[in-house]
């Protein structure tokens, strides 16, 4: 297995320190730019530990880099690791702007390293199955989709790490950070994203926030479907994401576990796996399957297949609706939607 290191020591790099652990591929050190949280996070682990990741990557050579900072520091992290001939593991999103993703993008086409964006919904079994049925033609054209994420945020979880509720750093608020995942689903399941139309708005954190926490959008999709999608931070609890996705011959409901009603009567039920982390629950189980899927096609010679590429569809679909939505205060960026778009 490979050696692979983790920038970033904050919430989200449990999953990646476990996995890594539970795959057997050896840590050999760990990086973020508070000293203490650094250090102590090398000294439970008993690996290295610095402040600059620079120096990491100068001085350890790991074979993988898993970038779990901030989302404004996901671009030139993994540029750095790029021309250091290291591959790259980036947490979602690709970028906190259109121009950053952008960078990435250019930087990873033709890279002798592989780089890989953690949308890694895609490998829940509920929704790998989806895209299965969807694929093999068998449903027959697909009619349409609707979504909904209705989560729960407050004031204290943009306290404890500011940057989450500012453009400059976050990029965005719920959309770039929580509904992401599902806007990724949605043009996944249903084909690339051909117009979006959508608002989004500040209705219940404006005294903490300068981000939104509550969207909707319309996505028409190349095959000729549409989809339509919700989502809030102004929900009481975490609720199962929901996806229900209505084909001629079945309809497909994803909430926590999958559920297939055929229209000649027959049913079939896909379970989500559960989950093993000490992180939080909603996390699930599939970043250590994206991991390990990413550590063991590290040798084939194409790009791994959630490239910066295709995390570029999901951040143009909700930056369009940030452009659309004036009144949120969103900073002006040069919004180009997915391959085909009008």
């Avoid at 970033?8 to 996995?19: N, R, T």
């Avoid at 895609?122 to 697909?142: F, I, Q």
């Avoid at 039920?269 to 063991?296: K, P, Q």
Wanted: hydrophobic share 45%; aromatic share 6%.
């Amino acid at each position: 297995m490979p050696t692979a290191a983790v920038i970033g020591c904050g919430d989200i790099s449990i999953v990646h320190l476990e996995a890594i652990s539970s795959l057997g591929a050896d840590l050999v050190a760990v990086a973020d730019t508070d000293p203490e949280l650094a250090r102590a996070t090398g000294a439970r682990l008993g690996v290295p530990a610095f402040t600059d990741h620079r120096q990491l990557l100068a001085e350890v050579r790991p074979d993988v880099v898993h970038v779990c900072t901030p989302h404004d520091q996901h671009v030139s992290v993994a540029l750095d690791a790029i021309e250091a001939g290291v591959h790259v593991i980036t947490e979602k999103p690709l970028a906190h702007t259109i121009a950053e993703g952008e960078r990435l993008v250019a930087a990873a086409e033709g890279a002798p390293v592989k780089v890989a964006v953690c949308l890694q919904n895609r490998y829940n079994a509920p929704n790998a199955r989806m895209k299965e049925l969807l694929d093999s033609g068998e449903l027959g054209a697909v009619q349409g989709a609707s979504a909904g994420v209705y989560w729960h945020r407050n004031a204290a979880y943009y306290e404890a790490k500011p940057w989450r509720a500012t453009w400059a750093r976050s990029g965005g608020g719920l959309l770039i950070n929580q509904a992401i995942h599902t806007v990724d689903l949605l043009q996944w399941l249903l084909g690339d994203v051909e117009q979006v139309r959508g608002h989004a708005a500040t209705h219940v954190l404006g005294d903490s926030i300068e981000v939104e926490d509550t969207a909707e959008l319309i996505l028409d999709h190349s095959g000729g479907a549409r989809s339509v999608m919700f989502a809030t931070n102004a929900h009481s609890v975490n609720a199962p994401v929901f996806v229900e996705v209505l084909t001629e011959r079945a309809t497909l409901t994803m909430r926590g576990d999958l559920r297939v009603q055929y229209t000649d009567g027959r049913t079939e039920h896909v379970a989500e796996r559960i989950a093993t982390s000490s992180g939080r629950a909603y996390w699930g189980i599939s970043h250590e399957l994206l991991i390990g899927d990413f550590y063991d096609t590290l040798d084939d010679p194409e790009p791994f297949w959630i490239s910066p590429a295709e995390a570029a569809k999901s951040l143009a679909i909700l930056k369009s609706i940030y452009a659309q939505s004036p009144d949120l205060g969103a900073p002006a960026e040069s919004v180009a939607l997915p391959v085909g778009a009008r």
